[in-house]
T-cell receptor
Framework: DSGVTQTPKHLITATGQRVTLRCSPR?????VYWYQQSLDQGLQFLIQ???????AKGNILERFSAQQFPDLHSELNLSSLELGDSALYFC????????????FGQGTRLTVV | GDSVTQMEGPVTLSEEAFLTINCTYT??????LFWYVQYPGEGLQLLLK?????DKGSNKGFEATYRKETTSFHLEKGSVQVSDSAVYFC?????????????FGTGTLLAVQP
């Protein structure tokens, strides 16, 4: 158990819909990362938050947004969903030190039909 | 920008064979280097790490040495088992930058046959 909790584990939704994925980081970790993993794109970095503030942005679509709340949990919002958004979405958290590793949740498998 | 390049898979080996998965990186400064493993249907788990040049990370029989002169962090295991079948990701984390984000390679699928 990594200590990072993601909900839900599975999500099936229709095209055009909006969903919210939730992540609770390990106790004490201030950084949260979101990644998308699909068969043809590998592991793509989407966005990072540090203590409530956006720290880095990767290949995140404009239809996607995220935030980190004061209790440090994070949500990834995906809207106007397309078939191509079907993927595994991972959240990871890490401590403050520049050399600390990241711990991953089990992921949310999103299927858009 | 910082990047990680790892060998493409799949890598198919027989049980007890020697494993090497190559990983090279590009980064400014002194990054930390990691290997993560993803078993089927699971999230990524940290396998080992090294935080400075010449450090050797090791875990579960796997080893990797941080080579600054060749900007490499190759993963090795002397004798693989069927249970080692998984996807292996090399990653780096830049030091001192404002983002400190983790950058991953594309992953290498390892299949070990009995």
């Amino acid at each position: 158990d990594s200590g990072v909790t993601q909900t839900p584990k599975h999500l099936i939704t229709a095209t055009g819909q909006r969903v919210t994925l939730r992540c609770s980081p390990r106790s004490g970790d201030l950084s949260v990362y979101w990644y998308q993993q699909s068969l043809d794109q590998g592991l793509q970095f989407l966005i990072q938050y540090y203590n409530g503030e956006e720290r880095a942005k990767g290949n995140i679509l404009e239809r996607f947004s995220a935030q980190q709340f004061p209790d440090l949990h994070s949500e990834l919002n995906l809207s106007s969903l397309e078939l191509g958004d079907s993927a595994l979405y991972f959240c990871a958290s890490s401590g403050q030190g520049p050399r600390s590793e990241a711990f991953f949740g089990q992921g949310t498998r999103l299927t858009v039909v | 920008g910082d990047s990680v390049t790892q060998m493409e898979g799949p890598v198919t080996l027989s049980e007890e064979a020697f494993l090497t998965i190559n990983c090279t990186y590009t980064a400014t400064g002194y990054p930390s280097l990691f290997w993560y493993v993803q078993y089927p249907g699971e999230g990524l788990q940290l396998l080992l790490k090294a935080t400075k040049a010449d450090d050797k990370g090791s875990n579960k029989g796997f080893e990797a040495t941080y080579r600054k002169e060749t900007t490499s962090f190759h993963l090795e295991k002397g004798s693989v088992q069927v249970s080692d079948s998984a996807v292996y990701f090399c990653a780096l984390r830049g030091y001192g930058g404002a983002t400190n984000k983790l950058i991953f390679g594309t992953g290498t699928l390892l299949a070990v046959q009995p």
